[in-house]
């Protein structure tokens, strides 16, 4: 096992890695922005550095930074949470060429899955079902046309190097293709230095549908169910549960199976998520593989007993799963809200500021993940989550009576936040129906935007 950790990011996902360290006996290191100097994680781990400025690029970002951090404090391996670092190949390869172990898969795989048009046609080989498009050629336009054509608008474009949500554009007729795809690869360059865009029929309201991996050195590849994420503003997802409403036993099994064979395809290692559209025919297609543990884990860890996390650094040791497909048992029903520091009645615009005062849900089946507090002041430099709200029932209408129970009790006071919108969500007749896709708050939400 590793003599000491750093744990390469901020906020609630730091606080949530360090709680894990803390219950393996592993020394944590935490690093920090001049801005986050008040932050929750630094209290709670066994030591701390300041790594640069404000700007991302100069602290959470800074490589050679955080890895004289790691020399400096003896932390043998690091575990990059998400975002940042978390899917950037070239830190890996640094942690591997320096003897540090990053918790993850390799740098290999990650440059694999952060090209999605190339992990797309790797599936395609493997016979994986995938949504039907083809890569743009920025050489061929006649042909991106003529392939369009065949396929049948709308379509949407995807930037290869893509993600969260950005850098998506849908195109409906080929009068705006040119222009489109235009747009779509600038934006791709500007956002992720790589301008290479794909082209993917754009299904109408999907649900998405991603599994939960467990892979270790040893060859063992087990699934822990699917989450439902399709309840997403602006293609992010804002509240997520498992397990998904739309699926039988018999599809689960079905996509199970298939999310284990693109992690065999990918020779893939450690904790990942295989993300699927399912259409309203129960016919699925893998649209991407994440590299790294998701923001919205617990609902798979409340409902299979796993620690996500402490999965990670046990495999990243490697040592081999504790558990086998079999010993896998779906128990009850799991929720996750989002809570921001946005304001939902000014189209999400971020709140930023002091919290006056924060005082937490609890009770049985309530979880809260967050890394702020009462007089925390939110810098403005970084994302607007402020916790995750998860509760666990054993069945889903109770878990929605759990969930309206746990949004209600949370005081949050001085900045303004989604607790609002997600009690609207949870009051609709159809999500408490669990019939619900991607569209949903456009199509059944009144929102400003
Ligand atoms: P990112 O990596 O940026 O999150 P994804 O490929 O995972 O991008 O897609 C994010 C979301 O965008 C999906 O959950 C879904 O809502 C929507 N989406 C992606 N591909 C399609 C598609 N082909 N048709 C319809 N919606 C899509």
Redesign the pocket.
Known sequence: MFRKVLVANRGEIAVRVIRALKELNIPSVAIYSEADKDSLHIKIADEAYCVGPVSTSQSYLNIPSIMSVAEVSGADAVHPGYGFLAENAYFAEVCESSGVKFIGPSSEIITLMGD?ARAREMMIQAGIPV?P?FNHDPEDLDKTREKAEKLGYPL?I??AA???????RIVHNSRELERAIETARSEAKAAFGNAEVYL?????E?R?IEFQILADEHGNIVHLGERD??I?RR???ILEEAPSPALTEELREKMGATAIKVARTANYLNVGTV?F?LDNQNNF?F??M?TRIQVEHPVTEMITGVDLIKEQIRIAAGEELSIKQEDIKINGVALECRINAEDPERKFMPCPGKIQNFILPGGPGVRVDSGVYSDYVIPPYYDSMLAKLIVWEEDREKALLRMERALSEFIIKGVKTTIPFHLKILNNAYFRRGDYN?NFINRRLKTED
């Open positions: 999605k949504v498009g949407l995807k930037a893509g993600g969260g949500g950005k850098g998506m993917e029929k754009y299904l109408e999907p998405h994420c399709s997403q293609h992010q997802k993300e559209l297609y649209i991407e994440n991607t």
